[in-house]
């Protein structure tokens, strides 16, 4: 039998038994529909996860006051004493960054967002930009001006979309009158969480997306927002990417010398949170795959037993082809290939499902990205799981004996 003729024996079983060949594909398909939607989401998760530390630089390192330390607590810092790592020799700046959430209106509308105390130092850091006005300064701070940048998002809801002459108006916040000093450039929302990219990483100054904060000066925050009790969040900016460890180790020492306790402040920088966060999206990734991965295993177990039936159905079938010269290779080559269509059909139909389903859980507040690595894997999977499971159904129908096949009733 050459090539073509086994193809076409394959495709008439296949019509003959069209509703049993679906449910055999069925594991098939929910296994490669699996496959693709776990990879798609795994990949918006650990976009979202650099999206959200992608404003502060490699080089940043935030240090809060620890809830628990080895020494007992240790002394708080000063802001006073906070700022003099800024003379420490692998420190380029340090900034400060308080944050609570607080309502915010003008006129009839009104908004509760997040309200961020910053210094002039730490806009820098996570690289604002203004849409128009000023930034914010310093000396605004000292002056205990009380003065806003508005997010985009909360520049719209409270002003409308005709943002070109807000600057210089007032808007309320927590019962104290503020002027517009700028408004910040669109960074545009996330569906996962709370940001896409514009945000502020959660725990380090804010954790909610830039569009929809409110940035105030530091000392303002302090005094009207947060209450001076509060612990902020310090922002380090090492030298350079080689002066993070050494800047850390500086970072510990001085907090030792000032505090009596290295222990009482905890210290991250972003380049090894990042990995973190990463390193979990892939574990959560790597065993949704394996989920799938089993699925693909147990759908394949029932090619396996429908093949078994349509050996035995077709035994007298395999001992006339065997009579008239059809060799063992070409037996085997049929059940094979229809194990292999049978999953092909399953991977592609899994694969257009998910091409559909993807763009759809934006509306649950998930980001998944449709990926060809993704695509490929469900059908390479797909493939290997028809083959696997197929050659054993095929072998033993190769190893049928004519006489034996001709008298099976």
Wanted: glycine share 12%; net charge positive.
């Amino acid at each position: 039998m050459n090539l073509g003729e086994i193809f076409r024996s394959v495709l008439l079983n296949l019509q003959a038994n069209k509703f049993r060949v679906f449910l055999t594909s069925l594991g098939i398909i929910i296994g490669s529909f699996t496959i693709i939607m776990v990879v798609g989401i795994g990949k918006g998760s650990e976009k979202a996860v650099a999206d959200q530390y992608k404003r502060l630089s490699v080089e940043t390192i935030m240090i809060r006051k620890a809830r628990i330390s080895s020494g007992g607590g240790g002394r708080q810092l000063t802001n006073e004493q906070a700022a003099q790592m800024k003379d420490l020799a692998n420190v380029k700046a340090v900034g400060f960054t308080l944050g609570a959430q607080a309502g915010i209106s003008y006129g009839s509308a009104t908004e509760n967002t997040s309200v961020l105390g910053v210094s002039e130092s730490y806009q820098q850091m996570i690289n604002l930009e203004l849409a128009s006005g000023n930034y914010l300064r310093d000396k605004d701070g000292e002056k205990r001006n009380k003065v806003a940048l508005l997010g985009d998002n909360i520049a719209q809801l409270l002003f409308g979309e005709h943002l070109a002459d807000v600057i210089g108006k007032t808007v309320t916040i927590k019962g104290r009158k503020y002027e517009v000093k700028g408004i910040l450039k669109r960074v545009g929302d996330g569906v996962l969480g709370s940001d896409n990219g514009g945000g502020l990483p959660a725990g380090f100054g804010g954790g909610g997306s830039i569009d929809d904060s409110v940035f105030i000066p530091y000392e303002v925050a302090e005094k009207y927002i947060a209450g001076s009790r509060s612990s902020p969040m310090i922002t380090v900016q090492a030298e350079n990417i080689n002066a993070v460890a050494p800047a850390i180790e500086e970072i510990s020492e001085f907090i030792e010398n000032k505090t009596g306790d290295s222990s009482s402040y905890s210290i991250m920088d972003a380049g090894s949170r990042l990995s973190t966060a990463q390193a979990t999206a892939k574990t959560m990734s790597a065993l949704l795959i394996a989920v799938a991965t089993i699925v693909l295993v147990v759908g394949g177990i029932g090619i396996m037993n429908v093949l078994f039936v349509s050996v035995k159905e077709r035994t007298r079938e395999i001992g006339i082809l065997k009579s008239i010269g059809a060799k063992r290779k070409d037996i085997l080559r049929e059940f094979l290939l229809e194990s292999m269509l049978i999953s092909i059909a399953g991977g592609m139909i899994g694969s257009g499902l998910s091409l559909v389903t993807l763009p759809l859980l934006k509306y649950l507040n998930l980001q998944a990205i449709p990926s060809t690595e993704g695509i490929l894997l469900g059908l390479i999977f797909s493939v290997l799981t028809g083959t696997f499971f197929g050659y054993y159904p095929a072998l033993k129908a190769s190893k049928l004996k004519p006489i034996h096949a001709l008298n099976y009733e």
